[in-house]
């Protein structure tokens, strides 16, 4: 079992890096803003699941071989590069949502979590992150190493949960305050676009770290 104080110490350094810019902030912002409190939920039911099935795959090894293994890297850059420019392209053809209503309709927020699940599952990086940031909590004396680390990720997915969801209602609310017009949701359609399209750019352009 993962300690009290252990515990504590996790989640102030996970909420600490969730504060510095990312992708998965750029997407939260951007989701939250096209539409709305709902989506931003959406969205961020997507990466927390993302989280935890990382966790898994980080306490049961897989993501260590993965990680290890030098062509992971460039498939998962690749494939994730391409997946964030389909969404673009798909965001800019969809045309302006409908601004009379308040969020997304249910079908387009489950494309909105399946959307922040795959980004996050397709990052790279997420992966060697996993790799190396959890171990640094978890303390053998205190039992099961992998045990521990699917303990730290329920909580990582719960505190990347709340945190994400309230920082894109905060975008969703005040887009929707400064740009309620039919030009200002195809401007906020043209957002989600273009950080789809600079998600993708920042996988192409990453450079593979030292330690995957």
Request: aromatic share 8%.
């Amino acid at each position: 079992m993962v300690t009290l104080p252990t515990l504590g110490l996790f989640v102030l350094a996970a909420l600490a890096l969730m504060v510095s810019p990312g992708p998965n902030m750029a997407f939260v912002l951007a989701q939250g803003a096209a539409h709305g409190p709902r989506g931003a939920f959406a969205g961020a039911v997507g990466i927390a699941l993302a989280d935890f099935v990382l966790a898994l795959a980080a306490a049961s090894g897989v993501a260590a071989l993965m990680a290890a293994w030098a062509p992971a890297f460039d498939l998962l850059r690749w494939g994730g590069a391409a997946y964030l420019v389909w969404l673009g392209v798909q965001a800019l053809r969809s045309g302006a949502p409908n601004t009379h209503t308040a969020s997304a309709p249910p079908a387009g927020l489950a494309r909105v979590a399946r959307m922040g699940f795959v980004n996050t599952l397709m990052n790279p990086k997420a992966l060697v992150f996993f790799v190396v940031f959890l171990p640094q909590f978890v303390h053998p004396a205190q039992g099961s190493v992998s045990a521990q680390m699917v303990q730290l990720g329920v909580v990582m997915s719960l505190v990347s949960l709340l945190f994400n969801t309230a920082l894109g209602s905060a975008a969703g609310v005040l887009a929707r305050r400064v740009a309620a017009s039919e030009r200002g949701a195809r401007l906020r359609q043209r957002l989600l676009a273009g950080v789809m399209f600079g998600l993708a750019l920042r996988l192409l352009v990453m450079a593979r770290p030292a330690a995957a």
